[in-house]
């Protein structure tokens, strides 16, 4: 096609200094971050109604980048959930402390492809220097590797693309050059209380979603270690640190020393629950974890950093790297530093070491002690709260997760809705073992005391005024 030469050039706006442009915008989310406390933590109508102004076609010309930016914070900003508040406790989310944030500001500027050391130093090495406090923190082996992905999701596929490796490895058969067709079949064995997460990243290994071997589980959600199969050949058993619901831990210790028999892999699921390794209060959850061969948690859980990032710990490193690693003519050839890309699915990805390698600095060990027991003393409050109320919490409350009934199903929905609607704070509702429950996560540094009273009281009072 021939160009029309009339056409007028395509003008880029670049009227707007940077200095001034991010200076405006650290204000603006400065603003955001100070009214979480007391606005309502879910968004109102009239904030989500404002969504239909994005409703624009493509624009033909530039905008200025700070009416681009005053746009966005006007329109979308009241239609956000107050997840990094201090009363957000939906799902397992936690807040981001202000050095994560921050810190993420920073390497957002630096804008670091973390896929070689030798193309970015600082960013690697951060994430090197990090990966060894973390195996430090969770009392794990100095020479466990480790893959920086974007949350509990990748962490099991990363994990479990590196157990796929090495029990067909054992067997006999290169999965990453042969693949899987005609390969030796692997047994996966899970607990009925898998996290649909797990079960998918099965799938995306071409190990299949629906040809695990389930096990039944107690009621706390913990795996019955005695009823584990008897297992032969490649096997890979998933175990799980943080029921989802319950926050129960399966008998991992016990798991490992009979699948180990079996020469089976034992991988953890701690998207949360892994972070009780670094707790000392917290042995009899943990006691024999450190025995797997592989654990995934989430950064963006519990050690507070901004979306997304997770990670994947595997004890085999040679397996994680055999499963990950990239090499083609133009690219770096390892040398005496670790180079990220080696050990997780992406070649290209920003640099998640930073703000972990932050926070760790800036708690230090007691620091990211403390905020876990903290939390986890605040969910012990909120089920004393509703259990002197005359209500069901219906579980044991071993970590920071409580499921509360307030009676009959319909009921129990309505006060979750009404708790939701009331904004003083934000809980989701579950099915759990047959019975609908207000499920409470407390998963943030934000959190204060007086936040958990203020919270309990009004659930309460929402609960009072729901008629049965
Ligand atoms: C036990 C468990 N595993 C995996 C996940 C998935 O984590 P992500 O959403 O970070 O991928 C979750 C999320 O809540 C979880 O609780």
């Not at 603003?31 to 109508?45: F, I, M, N, T």
Request: proline content about 6%; charged content about 20%.
């Amino acid at each position: 096609m021939i160009k029309n030469t009339k056409e007028a050039p395509v003008k880029i706006t670049r009227n707007v200094p940077t200095k001034e442009l991010l200076e405006e915008t650290a204000q603006r989310a400065i603003a955001y971050l100070e009214g979480l406390r007391e606005r309502p933590v879910a968004p109102l109508p009239q904030g989500i109604g404002r969504l239909i102004q994005l409703d624009q076609p493509l624009p033909e010309e530039s905008t200025p980048a700070e009416a681009t930016l005053k746009f966005l914070d006007e329109t979308c900003s009241a239609a956000t959930m107050a997840m990094a508040g201090p009363r957000f406790f939906g799902f397992v989310i936690g807040g981001s402390l202000p050095v994560a944030l921050a810190a993420n500001w920073l390497a957002g500027a630096w804008d670091q492809n973390t896929a070689y050391y030798k193309a970015t130093p600082s960013s690697a090495y951060l994430e090197q220097v990090a990966l060894g406090w973390l195996l430090n923190l969770l009392h794990l082996p100095s020479d466990c590797q480790g893959a920086f992905v974007t949350g509990a999701t990748m962490s099991n596929f990363s994990c479990l693309a590196a157990a796929r490796q090495a029990v067909l490895k054992r067997a006999g058969w290169n999965v990453e050059a042969d693949g899987l067709f005609g390969a030796p079949p692997i047994t996966v064995v899970v607990s009925e209380e898998a996290h649909p997460s797990l079960i998918k990243s099965l799938g995306l290994l071409g190990l299949g979603r629906n040809r695990t071997i389930k096990v039944p589980t107690d009621g706390q959600g913990r795996m019955l270690a005695d009823r584990l199969p008897d297992i032969s050949g490649p096997a890979i058993v998933c175990t799980q640190a943080g029921n989802v619901n319950t926050g129960a831990f399966d008998p991992i210790a016990e798991i490992c020393d009979r699948a180990h028999l079996a020469g089976a892999w034992v991988h953890v699921d701690g998207a949360f629950g892994l972070w009780a390794m670094a707790v000392p209060s917290m042995n009899r959850l943990t006691e024999g974890m450190e025995k797997a061969d592989s654990w995934a948690t989430d950064f963006h859980k519990w050690l507070n950093v901004p979306y997304d990032s997770g990670l994947g710990l595997v004890r085999d490193h040679e397996a994680l790297q055999a499963a990950m690693a990239v090499t083609a003519e133009y690219l770096p050839t390892p040398g005496q530093f670790r180079d990220p890309s080696n050990f997780v699915p992406e070649l290209s990805r920003r640099a998640r070491g930073v703000e972990v390698w932050a926070v760790l600095h800036s708690l230090g060990r007691q620091g990211v002690i403390s905020m876990i027991e903290q939390n986890c003393r605040q969910a012990r409050r909120f089920a004393d709260g509703f259990r002197s109320a005359g209500y069901e919490v219906l579980n044991d409350v071993v970590l920071n997760q409580v499921l509360v009934s307030f009676g009959e199903p319909e009921r129990t929905t309505r006060v979750i809705a009404g708790i939701q609607a009331d904004g003083t704070c934000w809980c989701g509702g579950t099915v759990w073992h047959g019975r609908t429950a207000l499920r409470i996560s407390v998963s943030s540094w934000a959190t204060t005391d007086e936040d958990v009273e203020r919270s309990l009281e009004a659930m309460l009072r929402v609960a009072r005024n729901v008629a049965d």
